[in-house]
T-cell receptor, first 114, second 114 residues
């Protein structure tokens, strides 16, 4: 399968714990995006990378959130000191790297904070 | 800032009939892209169709067509010959000229009846 992959697919954690999600984009794609989707809503942009550079962060991305893409390939999204309001689907997408190009999404990681 | 409005929270459609999903957008960018994605219950966002703001012709992809009316700032999706597998959430999204981050609408749930 050469699509975008995300791990884990599901994560249940207790409030206050740290969690880390991984995204592997389509191999030749330079841009990688993270979105968050809460129940009944459309996805909301969190951040994106062009190769290893993080070029934009949404104000939704509080100090407890950090994202990396160290070698310009896979990316990780870490949430520290999780809160119940962090419960959501976290979606990763990738694109070749030109404006207005199609983004292809992974299956998402569904986070539940108890 | 960009904004997408999908006014139909849910729709029923009879199998083999066509259905139109409404999408209006608000953007100050002179150049932008418009996208439609399908999200089945599994959660993955599946790309359906793309329309560039300067494209003269409406985009078509198999059973999907996009009715683009630039002056009205609308980009409605038409699904012809509905199938049971079309039952899903459908999201309209727009991208800025730079950065390519997507802004999504609230979605429309489609249920195809046999």
């Amino acid at each position: 399968d050469t699509g975008v992959s995300q791990n884990p697919r599901h994560k249940i954690t207790k409030r206050g714990q740290n969690v880390t999600f991984r995204c592997d984009p389509i191999s030749e794609h330079n841009r990688l995006y993270w979105y968050r989707q809460t129940l009944g809503q459309g996805p909301e942009f969190l951040t994106y990378f062009q190769n290893e550079a993080q070029l934009e962060k949404s104000r939704l991305l509080s100090d407890r959130f950090s994202a990396e893409r160290p070698k310009g390939s896979f990316s990780t999204l870490e949430i520290q000191r999780t809160e119940q309001g962090d419960s959501a689907m976290y979606l990763c997408a990738s694109s070749l790297g030109q404006d207005q190009e199609t983004q292809y999404f992974g299956p998402g990681t569904r986070l539940l904070v108890l | 800032a960009q904004k997408i409005t999908q006014t139909q929270p849910g729709m029923f459609v009879q199998e083999k009939e066509a259905v139109t999903l409404d999408c209006t957008y608000d953007t100050s960018d002179p150049s932008y892209g418009l996208f439609w994605y399908k999200q089945p219950s599994s959660g993955e966002m599946i790309f359906l169709i793309y329309q560039g703001s300067y494209d003269q012709q409406n985009a078509t992809e198999g059973r999907y067509s996009l009715n683009f009316q630039k002056a009205r700032k609308s980009a409605n999706l038409v699904i012809s010959a509905s199938q049971l597998g079309d039952s899903a959430m459908y999201f309209c999204a727009t991208s800025k000229a730079a950065g390519n981050k997507l802004t999504f609408g609230g979605g429309t749930r489609v249920l195809v009846k046999p």
